[in-house]
T-cell receptor, first 113, second 111 residues
Framework: EAQVTQNPRYLITVTGKKLTVTCSQN?????MSWYRQDPGLGLRQIYY???????DKGDVPEGYKVSRKEKRNFPLILESPSPNQTSLYFC????????????FGPGTRLTVT | RKEVEQDPGPFNVPEGATVAFNCTYS??????FFWYRQDCRKEPKLLMS???SGNEDGRFTAQLNRASQYISLLIRDSKLSDSATYLC????????????FGSGTKLNVKP
């Protein structure tokens, strides 16, 4: 089954404790992306990757890091989480093309206290 | 100014009604346009891509107006199962990989 998986699905952590949210896709997609979704603000792109070892900043990259060492994986790293990073996070993947849809993972609900 | 703007709603309509949503975008160079559906606390799923010539899929019709820089979604004969939040997405034009999403329009279809 074609899918994007994220782990963990839910996470409660404390300020400053480094964490990683994993994302994996089995569709051989070149393009992957991370979004956060907050009430009233919609989905905002954090980082995206066009292929292995190629990443770029989205709209809200501050406080986040990513890496793309393998085509299927695109982890999101919060080196020192803060409460304003409490949000719902989605990973997405697609093939490069003007009309190619993005497939989203199920989401990770992160709470930073 | 936001890159993409939508009326947040909610739109409360009876079953069988026709409802339309608009989404305006600010970058005239945008090339890709999409409507996504998102159920509560779930991931967005593609509803339709939006083409210059407009496109229809069953009860759903999407249109693009480049001159006025908006896309629209028309839902005919609304079903209870259409209740969801509808998100529009637009790419950044110069960069196919950079996307902007609207904050979503909530639709409630009532019996």
């Amino acid at each position: 089954e074609a899918q994007v998986t994220q782990n963990p699905r839910y996470l409660i952590t404390v300020t400053g404790k480094k964490l990683t949210v994993t994302c994996s896709q089995n569709m051989n997609h070149e393009y992957m992306s991370w979004y956060r979704q907050d009430p009233g603000l919609g989905l905002r792109q954090i980082y995206y990757s066009m292929n292995v070892e190629v990443t770029d900043k989205g709209d809200v990259p501050e406080g986040y890091k990513v890496s793309r060492k393998e085509k299927r994986n695109f982890p999101l790293i919060l080196e020192s989480p803060s409460p304003n990073q409490t949000s719902l996070y989605f990973c997405a993947s697609s093939s490069p093309g003007l009309s190619d849809e993005q497939y989203f993972g199920p989401g990770t609900r992160l709470t930073v206290t | 100014r936001k890159e993409v703007e939508q009326d947040p709603g909610p739109f409360n309509v009876p079953e069988g009604a026709t409802v339309a949503f608009n989404c305006t975008y600010s970058n005239s160079a945008s090339q890709s346009f999409f409507w996504y559906r998102q159920d509560c606390r779930k991931e967005p799923k593609l509803l339709m891509s939006v083409y210059s010539s407009g496109n229809e899929d069953g009860r759903f019709t999407a249109q693009l107006n480049r001159a006025s820089q908006y896309i629209s979604l028309l839902i005919r004969d609304s079903k209870l199962s259409d209740s969801a939040t509808y998100l529009c997405a637009v790419n950044a034009g110069y960069n196919f990989n950079k996307f902007y999403f609207g904050s979503g329009t909530k639709l409630n279809v009532k019996p």
